[in-house]
Structures are given as C-alpha cells and as structure tokens.
C-alpha cells in the first residue's frame, strides 16, 4: 500500500513539473498537497531514477530518462508522413524529404533516401536551409505571411526564384527546381496543405535526374502523398477522418 501512494506521489509530482515547468520542493509540495519532506524524499528518489533533477537555481525538472523518452516519441507530422515517405522512396529510388517553414529558413523535419529498392534513413532532421535554396523550401512559400514573405524576399539572391515557384504552384500543385542544399539533385515538390487552407509543411522528391518519360506520373503520386499526409495529419490531431469537399490550389 505504501508502495503504491509512493509511485502515485511521484507520478504527481512529475505531472506538476510537466505542466507549470521547473519548481521548488515547497512549491511541488503544496501542489501535491503533501509536506516538503515528503515531497523532497520523492523527489530524491526520482531522481535517482533519473525521472527527476535538481537544478542549480535549486529548482526540481524533468529528468534525463523522461527527456530522452519525449525525443524519441514522433511528432504528429513525421506519424502522418512517415508511410508515404517511405513508399515514394522505394518507388522511385530517390529522396524523399518532409520540410516545415521557419522563415527565412526551412526545417528538414524527415528524410529517407531510396536506393535498390530499400530505404537508407537520413540524419538531417532539424537541420535548416534558405527557403529559397531548394525545393522543400520554395513549396512552403503559401505557408508563409506577410512577415515572411518578407524575409524570404530579403535574403533571396534573385526574388525571380519566389517568383517562379509561386507561379509553378498555382498553375501545377508543384514546384520543381535544381537544389542548392542536395547538389546535383533536382527536385519536385509540394505543399501540405490541410481542409482549412493551411499548409503546414511541404514533401518533395529529389532526383539526381529527372524522370524523362513520367513526369506526369511524378507529379501525380506526389500531390496524391502531400493530400493523404494532410487527411492523415488531421486524422492524428482532430481524432476524426477528415473528408475533402475537393482539391485546393497551391495559390497564396
């Protein structure tokens, strides 16, 4: 019985760094409507667990073991992409990359690389490029506002290049470009956009050359990804199937 109203405390307390961040033991303590020696020797025992820290200001946080837990759990994102991801690296031997906006920049958020049929996973993750310096940047161009825009603009070398792939992406759904960020690749990509307009990232497939005689094709599956990583995306967050009235353009 004691046992179980010790692991019951603990689990308090860690719900209580977890939602308010870094506290005192006094703090916790009255949060978790126990005395502070109490508290403190639940504290010392999470984090000899490594559950728990004591910090240097002399507050408690969420310890290494948790932290390290929540860095390997998928964001909603890569649980709504990975599929798709894989299956257009395996089908068309190339890479595949899935990119989120953070102006003036984009942000690799997954990537796999196809070849002979298997998938060879990348290490790129949350690393960042201009937006203009490759496809997976240039389809997040409707994702952005006014703001940045702005600063995508400034710090373009030629705002000719905006200006191509937004005309791409209204009259195709796609954009399709060399790349600075994977030299010698060329690639198509598009925007994912959700129901309400929004597009929240971008999926683009990288070729050292270019399919000659299937572009078409290309451009199919991949609008045809970008539209089941949305439905999927919303699925995750809302809790519901999500069903679409029609196809939306790219256009800002």
Not at 89 to 101: D, E, G, K, L, M
Request: proline residues 6%; neutral net charge; contains cysteine.
């Amino acid at each position: 019985m004691e046992i179980s109203r010790t692991a019951s405390g603990g689990l308090e307390l860690l719900f209580a760094i977890a939602q308010t961040g870094p506290a005192t033991t006094e703090a916790l303590a009255l949060e978790a409507g126990t005395s502070p020696d109490t508290c403190l020797r639940r504290l010392h025992t999470l984090a000899g667990r490594g559950y728990a820290v004591l910090r240097s200001d002399g507050t408690w946080g969420l310890g290494p073991k948790l932290l390290d837990l929540a860095s390997s759990v998928p964001d909603r994102l890569t649980l709504a992409a990975r599929d798709q991801v894989d299956t257009l690296a395996q089908r068309f031997a190339a890479s595949v990359v899935i990119a989120i906006a953070a102006p003036p920049n984009f942000r690799i958020r997954l990537e796999r690389e196809g070849r002979g049929g298997h998938v060879r996973v990348e290490h790129f993750s949350g690393v960042e490029f201009g937006i203009w310096q490759a496809p997976p940047g240039l389809a997040l161009l409707p994702a952005l506002d006014a703001d940045g825009m702005a600063q995508v603009v400034e710090h373009a070398p030629d705002p000719r290049i905006i200006d191509a792939a937004l005309d791409n992406l209204r009259r195709t759904g796609v954009v399709v470009a060399p790349s600075e960020v994977m030299t010698g690749r060329t690639g198509v990509a598009a925007p994912i956009t959700l129901s309400d307009g929004t597009t929240v990232a971008s999926i683009t497939l990288a070729f050292s050359k270019l399919p000659p005689d299937s572009m078409d094709d290309t451009r199919a599956r991949l609008l045809g990804a970008a539209k089941h990583v949305a439905d999927r995306y919303e699925k995750i967050t809302m809790g519901a199937p999500v069903r679409r009235s029609g196809t939306r353009g790219a256009a800002r």
